[in-house]
């Protein structure tokens, strides 16, 4: 596989710590696999000293037009509240006007308030995206053409891939080096220089977070029952969307999830709602008919066996 070249954006007033920090994660990578997977560029709209957040000034080898580049890491930029994001759109327009022009084959990874300077080059429209929960108002009004999908803390798109708050970048170079380089090799990257997320609000969600790294078709599992209604997502219809048997798929998430399939996906979609409840205005009935629960009293029956606390409890004692 060739050598990935992966940009490291600088611009006026980023927080360039997640930089640093991929940067090291994409060479550890490399050094994991033996092999040069993955080569890091610092890059901006021009080459030279550019003044970063916190006075600090950080020097872009290359300018973004002639960097070469296979994906782009953007990082956010300081904001105390959604009334000064605009300010920050403002000042990098040509920034803006930059990344729109970039060729499609150049991805873009953004996180944090760097999602609202990809949302405003167009790059989003018509694709699936997260930001941090705080923007979600004032982007949901000013981008309402992107599929935002508050309740995922990561969420890739064609050629663009988003993640949620200041460590966002933890979830996407993941998501990006875990397939270059083999899910062993990645753990033992993340093991040695990533630091433990913070807890779910609720305990018993805390398996799903290490879904991935536990086996590919629990992954699968995962991912095809966020996308499938509730009151859908039975044995047979996930077997065949996973091209395997239902008893199959029994056995197998008995083995790897250490509980029944059906309890697996109960489990991942009472997960989706606590994020709805946490991260969105939305009433508990909103959040049961949006992702499809039969009908409202036995969601919040289901919610409360699993969470020891109703909806409205989780969300009163949890909420930022």
């Known amino acids: 596989m060739p050598r990935r070249r992966i940009g490291l954006l600088l611009y006026p007033g980023c927080m360039p710590a997640g930089l640093f920090a991929a940067a090291d994660l994409l060479s550890a990578a490399s050094l994991r696999a033996a092999r040069p997977v993955f080569e890091t560029v610092w890059v901006g709209l021009r080459a030279g000293d550019v003044a970063c957040a916190q006075g600090m000034s950080l020097r872009a080898q290359a300018a973004l037009t002639d960097a070469r580049l296979d994906a782009l890491l953007v990082p956010g930029y300081w904001s105390r509240s959604p009334d000064h994001l605009p300010r920050g759109l403002a000042d990098n ?10 060729p499609r084959r150049v991805a873009l990874w953004s996180y944090c308030t760097g999602v609202a300077l990809v949302a405003e080059s167009g790059r989003l429209v018509g694709q699936p ?3 941090a929960w705080w923007m979600a108002p004032w982007l949901q009004q000013r981008h309402p053409r992107v599929d935002w999908q508050w309740q995922h803390a990561h969420v890739a798109g064609r050629s663009v ?3 949620s708050g200041v460590h966002g ?3 996407l170079v993941s998501a990006q080096v875990e397939p270059v380089i083999g899910p062993e090799a990645w753990q033992d990257v993340a093991r040695l220089m990533m630091l433990p997320r913070p807890r779910q609000p609720a305990p018993v969600f805390d398996g799903l977070a290490l879904t991935p790294a536990t086996d590919p078709l629990l992954a699968r599992l995962r991912t095809v029952a966020e996308a499938t209604p509730a009151a859908e997502a039975t044995l047979p219809r996930l077997a065949a969307a996973l091209a395997v048997s239902p008893r199959t798929l029994a056995r197998k998430a008995q083995a790897l999830a250490g509980e029944p399939a059906g309890a697996f996906v109960r489990r991942v979609k009472l997960h989706q709602a606590s994020e709805h409840l946490l991260h969105t205005g939305r009433s508990v009935g909103e959040v049961c008919a949006g992702l499809g629960f039969a009908d409202e009293a036995s969601f919040r029956r289901s919610f409360k066996a699993l969470t020891g606390q109703t909806p409205q409890e989780f969300r009163q004692q949890h909420r930022p």
């Open 129 to 131: 995206a997260t930001a």
């Open 161 to 163: 891939a988003t993640a």
């Open 169 to 171: 970048h933890l979830p």
């Open 93 to 102: 327009r040509e920034l803006v006007q930059a990344l729109g022009a970039l």
